[in-house]
């Protein structure tokens, strides 16, 4: 596990951006095969690739979505899956940075 500091994540990016890109690969991982492989690659590439983690403290971790998420990815938005995914997605990742920084074992 990597040692957390709440400060250096401020600048995550120059700290902890393996933790980070290693997250998000997980939760990815983890998804794929669960739900329908173009809707779950718009999410990746299209949204969750501009979104912002950020420390709330706690050990609580949020992803902030970039606008308009719906409209990045275009006729995926009216798939079926699209809500579910996207909420699953970011849950996992928020999961992922809480067991990487070693505040749930749970994840």
Not at 22 to 43: C, K, M, N
Not at 53 to 74: A, H, K, M, S, T
């Amino acid at each position: 596990m990597t040692e957390f500091d709440p400060e250096k994540f401020e600048e995550k990016y120059v700290y902890y951006f393996e933790e980070l890109e290693a997250a998000y690969s997980s939760a990815y991982q983890q998804l794929h095969g669960q739900y329908d492989s173009t809707v779950l690659r718009a999410i990746d590439r299209q949204i969750l690739s501009e979104s912002e983690p950020f420390y709330e403290g706690d050990g609580e971790f949020r992803i902030e979505l970039p606008e308009n998420p719906r409209e990045r990815v275009g006729a995926v938005a009216d798939h079926a899956q699209f809500e579910p995914v996207l909420e699953t997605f970011v849950d996992r990742i928020e999961a992922e940075l809480r067991q990487r920084f070693d505040f749930d074992d749970t994840a």
